[in-house]
């Protein structure tokens, strides 16, 4: 723009200075000249054949030309600038032809080593005052730099939808894995779960004064779990430590076996020991090792007097403290062979008299209104 402007200075007359009109239209011509050899786009000028007639540096240099006389003596028309697509240039001089100006159009040309670009053309044409075309006059930018960057956009929006699509088919894969995973950890605990009823039951099997003891146990304590706001999960820890409560006794089955009503200080001992022995017992096993404190201290007191550890309080697990009174609300209400079942008017009884002592206050509670 700035050499355009000294153009006009050097031929345009200053104020006060006269001219003739052939002098000034001399002057106006060189402008046009010089602004056509020096634009940065590439220009020409054809005859209505398509014959070149004129042709600035920058259109010679744009499509590999090292003059514009090379350029004109190799392809002579315009209708001989090498299309990557033949067909566009039958398409762009019937536009021509249909309304006398073309702009913008994007097409892809080869250079003289054979390489392409993308070009942008306007063309335009001229003719005289009676309507006659006399010239068609055009102009060409190089646009591959933008091409490729458009191209480049469209690729990684591609990539993208691709990388989404992958993403969606890896997240339906993950969630039926999921699923897949969920189902067998069911069908683990529902296996698992069969085993400790098969174990417990074998267990309350032994002694017909014990039948079902560990499944009254297991739904005692539910109750009063489900009473307290208990989540399923914990529920159901609960409920398995409740079945598998009483495994340690095999460590004393010879105790139990004799039925007797009146047992020596030593026995008793041994006894007490089965809820240490059955956590010992179930430590080997990796699942489910949350049931193991609460079988450990399903016999501890709030008073701190229980077994094996002599807790207090808090301190005792709250399912085991839960389990405490579901165990002794069954050992209450169910015959043994040496005594018929005080019932559960007694257990209720005993659960006022030793709130604070042996049973934790809320939970007895709670035990007497569900059990």
Wanted: include cysteine; charge should be neutral; aromatic fraction near 8%.
């Amino acid at each position: 723009m700035g050499k355009t402007k000294d153009l006009k200075k050097k031929v345009l007359p200053k104020k006060g200075e006269c001219c003739s009109t052939k002098e000034f239209l001399n002057k106006q011509n060189n402008i046009y000249k010089e602004i056509f050899q020096n634009s940065p786009e590439g220009a020409y000028l054809a005859t209505p054949t398509g014959r070149l007639l004129k042709v600035n540096p920058a259109l010679a240099n744009l499509l590999g030309y090292e003059k514009p006389a090379e350029l004109i003596k190799n392809l002579k028309s315009i209708q001989n600038i090498c299309y990557f697509k033949p067909e566009t240039n039958e398409k762009l001089f019937h536009l021509i032809k249909e309304k006398g100006v073309v702009k913008g159009y994007e097409i892809q040309v080869y250079k003289k080593d054979g390489s392409k670009i993308w070009i942008s053309a306007n063309i335009m044409t001229i003719r005289n005052s009676k309507g006659e075309q006399v010239f068609y006059a055009g102009s060409i930018q190089d646009i591959s730099h933008r091409k490729k960057q458009i191209d480049e956009l469209l690729q990684s929006e591609a990539n993208l939808a691709e990388m989404l699509r992958k993403a969606e088919e890896d997240r339906d894969f993950y969630e039926d894995t999921l699923k897949d995973m969920c189902s067998a950890y069911q069908n683990l605990d529902e296996f698992y779960i069969g085993v400790i009823e098969a174990i417990s039951c074998a267990l309350d099997d032994r002694y017909k004064w014990s039948h079902g003891h560990s499944q009254r146990v297991a739904s005692y304590a539910t109750a009063i779990a489900k009473a307290i706001d208990m989540n399923e999960e914990e529920i159901e820890t609960l409920k398995i430590a409740a079945l598998l409560h009483d495994i340690g006794k095999i460590c004393a089955l010879d105790i139990f076996a004799d039925n007797k009503s009146n047992i020596t200080p030593e026995e008793y001992e041994i006894i007490k020991k089965h809820p240490a022995y059955g956590a010992s017992m179930l430590e080997r096993i990796k699942y489910r090792k949350e049931i193991i404190p609460i079988i450990r201290h399903h016999h501890e007191r709030i008073d701190g007097k229980g077994y094996p550890d002599g807790l207090k309080g808090e301190d005792i697990p709250l399912c085991a403290r839960i389990l405490h009174l579901a165990e002794s609300y069954d050992s209450m209400t169910v015959d043994r062979p040496y005594r018929r079942a005080p019932g559960k008017e007694f257990a209720i009884s005993e659960f006022k008299r030793c709130t604070n002592t042996q049973f934790d206050p809320k939970l007895a509670e709670i035990a007497i209104k569900v059990l």
